[in-house]
């Protein structure tokens, strides 16, 4: 190996879910434009980490599971994959370990590697909502990692107080291009009319929470076709869950066409007049299209329940958590229906006070994530790669060490 490859860093990074790879690719490309085409990935992603030169040694769709409940007939191949994962970064000897949400899986890979005396630096990407429930999480992840980056302003004193170096880097939504869609193109492509009525639905990106969402989503479609007539119907998804999303939207009124994509997604955005979106990530990037929306959420009877006892927050949509204030209405456990779902997007369609109260709030919001001032994924490579500078005269035997330049 010559000199300038031995120099360049050698990253392993592990996304367990569609949201994570999204990020992980937004930070590699970071990465590469801080430290030069020299740089060399390996891990597990989906198809956005794979574009940036990641073979991913595990399948997403082993993973990508969430919920109490829903998580525990997949913990035999969870605790599999964690042997597998820790078991290839030990072999690889990378510079650095980012691993990116996903804490039922990744944070067992973190700790596997530490109980097995593992001292290379372990950073996590996206903060776990400690300040809604379970705080003790941030005094696990001190035994486990070198440094944390948080994608809200708010969080890094829960983590510093427990000892874990915490950098807000901003959210990677702020950089989507979520706001620059086309709607003219969007129409085109698909054969829809300049004044045609279309509605987005985001039924979500896991398999567990799509299959409980898709028949409530084609019901409250249905009724909202008899409150507003006609319209079509923009369904974005992403591949672990495309085959599900299509089969069923077959049979939902409007003529539902079923996009893969961020340009296609966003060209959508731009074409409707109300989006109907899973509680997650893309509810901020509905939030930068400006397109006025109702967010739901359907769990396991019994997750639901737990949560119910656990979670401090009165609301749980990041639009509402950013602006601290209810902008967008939330359907979750007994308030979600079809009924009450349709009638949502019917007052989203025809009320230009509704409409206007959420685009006022969505600018709150993005103005708090810290819009305009910099860019999150070179902000995140920056302090990763100044945490492996830190540690590299070290990597023969010396002692982690926490504090890192933030």
Known sequence: MSAADSAAPFIFLIAGEPSGDALGAALIAALRQRAGSALRVAGIGGERMREQGIESLVALEDLAVFGLVEVLP???????????????VRAMRPDAVVTIDSPDFTWRVAARLRKQGEILPVIHYVAPMVWAW???RARKMARWYDHLLAL??????????????????????????????DAARFRTAHGIGPEELVVT?????RGGEVRRHLP???????????????????????????????????????????????EAKYDAFAASRAALAASGTVTLEVAMARLPMAVFYRMNRLTEALLRR???????????????????PE?????????RLAAEAAALIGDERVRAAQRQGYDDALRRLGAGEFLPSLKAADVILAVIAARRPGRDGAAPAKETPR
């Open 201 to 205: 639905v985001l039924p979500g990106s």
């Open 310 to 328: 656990l979670v401090r927050v009165r609301q749980y949509s990041l639009v509402n958590l950013l602006a601290e204030a209810p902008v967008v």
């Open 331 to 339: 359907l979750m456990g007994a308030s979600l229906t079809a009924q």
């Open 152 to 181: 809200l302003p708010f969080e890094p004193r829960f983590f510093e107080n427990a000892g874990l170096a915490c950098t807000y880097v901003g959210h990677p939504v702020l950089e989507s291009g979520a706001d620059r869609g």
């Open 74 to 88: 997949r913990v035999p191949l969870i605790l599999r994959r964690i042997r597998e994962v820790a078991a290839a």
């Open 216 to 262: 409530m989503l084609g019901d409250a479609l249905g009724l909202l076709q008899s409150q507003v007539g006609h319209f079509r119907v923009a369904v974005p998804t992403v591949a672990t869950v495309a085959d599900a999303v299509a089969a069923a939207a077959r049979d939902w009124p409007g003529r539902p066409v079923v996009l893969r994509g961020n």
């Open 134 to 136: 379970r705080a003790g």
